[in-house]
């Protein structure tokens, strides 16, 4: 029985005309686009609309061959994740110097109770939606990824208390996302999206703006906070 990827690939076929599989190559692949995701918190971030080396953007941000669309080839859409990721992320876990405000001292409050834990992803290929993913962090999340808050502090009774009377708390735990390659959200059917066709990704916040809660380890400036979608399907591609 064919599979899926193949009767898409028959249907582009009979409409673009036979594949001549000695000219085209269908392959693996990926494209993903990273933008910034300001301190004071955004209504709508749209991705996809840049390509490398225009606007201080560069291959880390996005791979697209074309804005808002694949150019010369064809892209089957399998699944859809988002991602988390600033620049300087040994910063990333738990700081404990002071218990009384860690979780807004890191990116952990963002990962568990932030803007993390809302906004609407909405997937449109040219004027008609295709995917509404409510919560798309948790629904859609990194393809191998998902939060985990791991390993115990331990007490160190040598050091001084940073509130007289409490007990001083060392050892970082990390803040981690597991990894389970089956937490994406999974295209079924798969999206066909073809050559030279606009589509459009944006996340919003309908219900209101969500500020950074890590603000001493974000800074939009020297170390940003930046979200991420990641396109997993089939490219078929024209061989030169």
């Given at each position: 029985m064919p599979t899926q990827s193949l009767q898409i690939i028959n249907r582009t076929a009979q409409r673009f005309g036979t594949i001549d599989y000695s000219r085209w190559q269908a392959v693996r692949g990926q494209f993903y686009s990273w933008v910034t995701y300001p301190s004071a918190g955004i209504s709508e971030l749209n991705f996809f609309g840049t390509v490398s080396g225009q606007a201080?953007?560069?291959l880390a941000d996005t791979n697209m061959p074309k804005a808002g669309s694949f150019g010369q080839q064809h892209f089957l859409v399998k699944s859809i994740s988002l991602g988390i990721k600033?620049?300087?992320?040994d910063l990333s876990g738990f700081n404990t110097t002071n218990i009384a405000t860690n979780d807004t001292r890191t990116l952990a409050s963002d990962l568990l109770y932030g803007f993390a834990q809302a906004g609407v992803l909405n997937f449109s290929i040219?004027?008609?939606p295709f995917a509404t993913i409510v919560r798309p962090f948790l629904y859609a999340p990194p393809n191998n990824y998902e939060p985990e808050v791991a390993v115990a502090p331990f007490e160190d009774p040598s050091a001084a208390p940073v509130v007289a009377?409490?007990?001083v708390v060392t050892g970082e735990p990390i803040v981690r996302q597991t990894r389970n390659k089956g937490?994406?959200?999974?295209c079924d059917p798969n999206l066909l999206i073809e050559a030279e066709q606009q589509f459009s990704v944006a996340l919003a916040y309908p219900s209101g703006i969500i500020p950074v809660l890590a603000t001493n380890v974000v800074n939009d400036t020297t170390n940003p906070l930046k979200v991420g979608v990641i396109l997993d399907g089939l490219v078929l591609r024209p061989m030169q």
């Open positions: 201080g953007v560069s600033i620049s300087n992320n040219g004027a008609r009377g409490s007990t937490n994406v959200y999974i």
